[in-house]
């Protein structure tokens, strides 16, 4: 039998230990915490049998929100490695004190640990140059920095997540000094961002292997590495450049990977690196190279390739073979480049990855068709396929096919579309949309989710309702949502000027169910109040032939003030539409600038139309400095009733793009600037681009070469699209 008190001297010494192990667990590296270290000096000179001593923490530290600990796997599982085993050894090999000494000791061993790890991944732009890091020590200057600043000799700039989730330290872990292949070399990156995770790994990778990453172009640069999606012209319009300075090496992304799995700098000149549409100087494969006795020596030292590295020749099987990497590279400089120089092999902007491979194996396979006419009118038929397939390649009047063998299934689709709409989901909204469209030129009826999911633009989820349409001639979610109390309420709300989701929401929350709860009970801001008002005004449809008469009172008050001016009426009525939700007046003048329109428009049309009570609400006005819109509320002289009306103000440059734009629909104009994206350009309400490059996520990395604004028909003639008619965009 063991006695009580040893029993209980036992009890305590394993809690110790777990409630160590468990602190190591919960808290922070950082000197200035009082987590573990305090609490192993707290325990320090107390009873050890006494059982409620404790380490352990709250997962929740006090006083720090969620989230905040800095952890670093690196520093505690070392500690814990530690720790387990001591606690296997037996329980009278050590005190419980001993144990505590060595593990705060282990603690602080580990807290000068390099790694750091935070919520995001991304490192950051700087305007000046990030070279290797200094592997000197920094001078002291009497305080000791926290334990969570990252050494000089690991660092690298760090910034803001673009999603606001913080910062983030990279883990530079410099390789020996003897491996560095890039000592001395100045990389400059193109595009040059860390936004593009694979991209962002090269940086890093290079860094450890000695090389410095130049943010800005300058004199220093002495490599330029070009992502494979771009090519050599791309490269000297961003840098605004008729060519380089002689000296820069050119190469593709495979470039530095290949060097670090031979430990060597490899020739520069080989089709393998070679970025299209660049020639290489015929010198530019002796630059920078290490000296013959140190090339060999490094190469020998080969770490094993933990993913698919460019193979310089057929097979690299022994050590001879790796020294006649150079050589063989050379060799193959020396032939022609096919797919390089020659104009037919430059792959098309238009391909994607698979074209592009396909194309590729065709044109090196033994057994390829020799019949190049063959090849030539295949390729074109494909190119007018792809481009068949958008919206905008096809009359849409919005009437075809209401009275036709889908009529049923178009009314309850386009309820459903609705009801997205309403609610703010514009996504769902517009594929609804698409698919009402493509189904409006359906000669047969479609019945059966096999037969919609053959007609393009009919996805598997909508192909499914189609079905249930036809079999029960209604559809259990439109159902279900116009008995959903909740739903209504939101409905009703969003309905109001000024109110979105959000804020219909809220209101339902707070238990307000009617317009009047709002009015009696809930805050409102003015234009609310505004939109509750005239609450049937602006939720009534504009007929045509008042929708003219309101843009009449502008055009005639605008033309005595400067007769130059044009007013054209967009949206829904120049689409030819018997009704529209608002009225959108497009406001220009011919070789004036934006300035002059916006002070015409502002300063003097504005407050006249105020005066003789036809402008009778200012809703929302951008900025008075560069704003180019205006959104109220109009009543003609005769009537009570008040109408949305937007003033948009257009300089004559950009007239034609302006009018593509807001004619719409919405599904026509998105099929327009997806194409435009898919060409290679930009289309936005100002006009059309191309050169136009775009980084990882879309982001834009020039605003690219104006092609065409002034003229619409330009434009569709730019894009290779038929000329549309505004009556024929209504998809």
Known sequence: MIAPQTSRDAEAKKKIGFDALYALDNESDEAEDDGLLASLQKVQGKTLGDPTISLSRSRRTPGRPPGSLVRSKSNIIPALSLSTQQHQKPRNTKSPLELLNELSAAAAATSTSNSIVKDTPTLQHHNTVTGVPSLEKPADDGKMP?????????????????????????????????????????????????????????????????ASWQDKFNDTVTHIIVDRDYDFEQLLKYLKLKELPAGIVVVNENYTAT?????????????????????????????????????????????PVKRKAVVLSSQVTSEASLNLVSSSAASLSNSPAPGVLDPQQVPNKDEDELDTAIRQAKESHPLASDDEDDVEGHKRRKTNNWQDKFQCMHKHTGKSGDQGPNAHTLVVLQELADHYDQIRDQWRCKSYRQAISALRKQTTKISTKEAAMRVYGIGSSIAEKIEEIVRTTHLRKLDFAKLDERQQILNRFMKIYGVGLHAAENFASAGYKTIDDLLQKAELTDNQRIGIDHYDDFNSRVPRAEVEKHAGIVKKALKGLDKNYI????????????????????????????????????????????????????????????????????????????????????????????????????IFNRSMRLLASKKGMRLNQRGLYKDVLRDYGREKLSEGTL???????????????????????IC
């Open 707 to 729: 092609v065409e604004g002034k003229d619409e028909r330009k434009i569709f003639e730019a894009l290779g699209v038929p000329w549309r008619p505004p009556e024929h965009r």
């Open 567 to 666: 007013v054209n009426t967009m949206g829904s009525y120049r689409r030819g539409a018997q009704d529209s939700g608002d009225i959108d007046l497009l406001i220009t003048k011919p070789g004036a600038s934006i300035d002059e329109i916006r002070t015409t428009v502002m300063d003097r049309l504005v407050p006249l139309l105020t005066k003789h009570k036809f402008l009778v609400a200012a809703l929302a006005q951008t900025s008075q400095a560069d704003g180019t819109k205006w959104h109220g509320a109009s009543c003609l002289p005769d009537s009570s009733t008040w109408r949305r009306i937007d003033l948009l103000l257009v300089p004559e440059e950009e007239l034609g793009a302006a009018l593509l734009y807001f004619t719409g629909n919405d």
């Open 259 to 303: 060097c670090m799995d031979f430990y060597k700098l490899v020739d520069t000149s080989t089709i393998e690196f070679r970025v299209k549409g660049y020639e290489p100087p015929a010198s530019s494969a002796t630059i920078a190279q290490p000296n013959p006795s140190q090339a060999s020596e490094v190469s020998l030292q080969l770490k």
């Open 146 to 210: 926290p334990s969570s600043a990252l050494p000089a000799s690991s660092a690298i700039p760090m910034i803001k997540n673009k999603k606001g989730k913080g910062k983030q330290v990279v883990d530079i872990k410099l390789v020996p000094e003897d491996q560095r292949i890039f000592q001395g070399l100045h990389f400059y990156f193109f595009p040059n961002s860390d936004t593009h995770p694979g991209r962002r790994q090269r940086i890093i990778k290079a860094i450890e292997y000695g």
